[in-house]
């Protein structure tokens, strides 16, 4: 799996993205800088990673989602190609168009920095293969600004169609209130596009793949997306 | 020319933010504060001295950056 992780200003997560990937695949991740205007040849992954791009000027992903290397990620996820963002990188394919809704301000207003538990939806996708449906895994947060939010319609599409891949719940796999902790519409953690190529989540999957990182919960993302190119080569 | 892109939440979408103000506000004793919403302005000088093509400038930006259409809408004013 050849992957490539964008980079922009503010971006601070973009290593322990690589490092995730190259120890689930192997393989050297491309780092992309923002003012590239195409994507190394034969990419499987564009990764958007966590951080804060642009400082969050304006609003979290807004500059980030315009910049010239956007223009090849549609292109590329328009084609079917995978597309994974993770927290700021979720916040930016919101912004740029590639994801509905919008991530708000924490519902309790606090920058909420912890591990919080997720429920995987179902396994039958490129982005949870690596998981059973129904699985519980620990992951941690850290945005001050996840609150999934999309109109009444966006949501109901979002849930019929079971493009809610991830889930905030409680260690036990209850989602609930409480387990709830910025308050994302259907406690919604992650997200895929109407295709099925494009994922965006909040929590940090990257940073739980290493005995040394207490908890490697993260790596059935990563071990899934690779099989997922063994099984298509 | 000088003008002024205001930007504001669409009802109906929480403002956690302007909750915390209202409720600072309440705390405060300034009376008869109903409720706040919170929003942006954006004062923007124009090289264009033609008021329809700077409405349209405008409105690009706004549209293209300035607001996010899915929660916001926003208003233009051309000042002078």
Redesign the interface.
């Known amino acids: 799996m050849k992957s490539a992780v964008l980079v922009f200003p503010g971006i601070n997560r973009e290593r322990d993205m690589a490092r995730a990937l190259k120890l689930a695949s192997g393989n050297e991740t491309a780092m992309v800088w923002h003012a590239e205007t195409a994507l190394p040849k034969g990419t499987d992954l564009v990764v958007v990673p966590g951080g804060f791009s642009y400082g969050d000027y304006l609003r979290c992903g807004a500059i980030a989602a315009r910049a010239p290397v956007m223009d090849a990620v549609r292109d590329f996820a328009a084609k079917g190609g995978l597309v994974l963002g993770v927290c700021n990188g979720f916040q930016i394919l919101c912004e740029s168009g590639l994801l509905p809704g919008v991530l708000m301000r924490n519902a309790a207003l606090k920058f909420v920095c912890r591990d919080v538990h997720m429920k995987v939806e179902r396994s039958d996708t490129p982005f949870t293969r690596g998981y059973n449906a129904g699985q519980v895994i620990r992951v941690p947060v850290a945005h001050g600004e996840g609150n999934y939010e999309a109109d009444e319609e966006t949501l109901k599409r979002l849930e019929g169609d079971g493009r809610v891949l991830y889930r905030y719940c409680s260690p036990e796999g209850v989602v609930d209130e409480a387990s709830n902790f910025n308050g994302a519409a259907h406690s919604i953690a992650g997200i895929v596009n109407e295709h099925g190529n494009v994922l965006g989540m909040m929590p940090h999957p990257e940073n739980h793949v290493e005995e040394i990182m207490g908890c490697t919960d993260g790596r059935g993302l990563f071990a899934g997306l690779v099989q997922q190119f063994e099984k298509a080569a | 020319m000088k003008a002024r892109v205001t930007v504001t939440l669409k009802s109906g979408?929480?403002d956690?933010?302007g909750k915390?103000i209202e409720g600072a506000l309440k705390s405060l004793g300034v009376d008869g504060i109903a409720s706040v919403r919170q929003g942006k302005v954006f004062d923007i000088e124009l090289a264009a001295t033609d008021k329809a093509k700077a409405e349209a400038a405008l409105k690009a930006a706004a549209d293209?950056?300035?607001a996010?259409t899915?929660?916001e809408n926003y208003r233009v004013e051309v000042l002078s």
Request: proline share 9%; hydrophobic share 65%.
């Open positions: 979408i929480l956690p933010q915390a293209k950056l300035l996010n899915v929660i």
